[in-house]
């Protein structure tokens, strides 16, 4: 009688399997990443190329582009845009012109409180937590300029004409497609208060002048929220080309108690009357930011962009001769 002998693998067979299987993984993972991180990275395009879409549209119903912020807290560039991103239910809803309606008002919170994907980068992790009402943070900023947050409007407390001036470190504001309107409700109530500027003012040209760009949601701990890229919010909703993208000096915001410091998170520090509100763009992407011009192009600036490149983009109307990268 012939037995047939039945094959097996060895233990060594099986080890060396199982080892090169994690080796197939190992390598496999990276590009599985790389892959998603590609397509999260042309969604966040996609998302830039439509605000800035929603922002031609509305320039031509009003003739300029809508204000940056309303003091700190009576409605932002992004409640003003909804209704051009598919959005008009929750424009409609949104409360303008009245003192106790702010952003975190009773009645603006059935606006606030939504995450709108079109204003979220998938690269970044969304944040909705308890403090703050749930209010939430998205991840595109508007171009405030080359110098501060408050200037020129609010530099050593005065409302300033918008006129060359040296103000930040010695820097020549070079104008801005949008600004903060006044501090409190009753100062941008005042005739001419609002500053809002139409295409026709950029004269360093449209595909030469930065209009958004991305910015990373600022995390919560056990006691507060950081209020970075909290876009209801006129502190939140902007960004300045002071610093470079994703700049290792930390983002400036108007008290220590507005930052969070956790890991992967930016540095961040309080104002003082040496330094400013100053916000950079920053992303989760590898090497740089994505930022829509004014022309409505989209576009990948590398962190290592040359200062002064950089901060001429951010004028309307520097009159530096620059190249876009």
Not at 73 to 80: D, H, K, M
Not at 180 to 189: A, D, E, I, L, N
Not at 241 to 262: E, F, H
Not at 302 to 321: F, H, K, M, P, Y
């Amino acid at each position: 009688m012939i037995r047939l002998r039945r094959s097996a693998f060895t233990l060594v067979e099986l080890l060396v399997v199982i080892a090169i299987i994690g080796v197939l993984v190992g390598l496999l993972l990276p590009a599985v990443q790389s892959a998603r991180e590609a397509a999260r990275r042309m969604q966040c395009s996609n998302n830039l190329k439509q605000i800035g879409l929603a922002m031609h549209l509305y320039h031509d119903a009003y003739r300029t582009l809508p204000v940056g912020a309303w003091g700190c807290c009576w409605g932002t560039w992004q409640a003003s845009v909804l209704g051009f991103v598919e959005q008009r239910a929750l424009g409609d809803m949104y409360i303008w012109g009245v003192d106790a309606e702010r952003y975190g008002g009773t009645l603006n919170l059935r606006v606030t409180t939504k995450r709108l994907p079109t204003f979220t980068c998938p690269s970044d992790t969304p944040w909705t937590g308890t403090r703050n009402s749930g209010i939430t943070s998205h991840n595109y900023l508007a171009n405030f300029g080359n110098t501060g947050y408050l200037w020129p409007t609010e530099a050593n407390g005065q409302n300033i004409e918008r006129v060359v001036i040296n103000n930040m470190f010695g820097l020549v504001y070079g104008g801005a497609p949008f600004e903060r309107t006044g501090h409190s409700f009753v100062s941008f109530q005042r005739p001419g208060a609002a500053r809002a500027y139409a295409f026709g003012t950029f004269t360093d040209g449209l595909s030469n002048t930065l209009m958004l760009s991305e910015g990373i949601q600022g995390p919560e701990d056990a006691t507060r929220r950081d209020l970075r890229s909290f876009s209801w919010f006129g502190n939140g909703s902007n960004f300045n080309t002071y610093l470079t993208p994703n700049s290792s000096q930390p983002d400036v915001m108007a008290d220590a108690g507005q930052c969070v410091t956790a890991p992967n998170v930016p540095p961040c520090t309080g104002s003082t009357s040496a330094r400013p509100i100053t916000f950079a763009a920053r992303s989760r992407h590898t090497g740089g930011v994505q930022a829509a011009m004014a022309d409505g192009s989209v576009s990948f600036f590398s962190n290592n962009i040359d200062w002064a490149t950089w901060q001429a983009l951010g004028t309307t109307r520097g009159g530096e001769v620059v190249n876009v990268p």
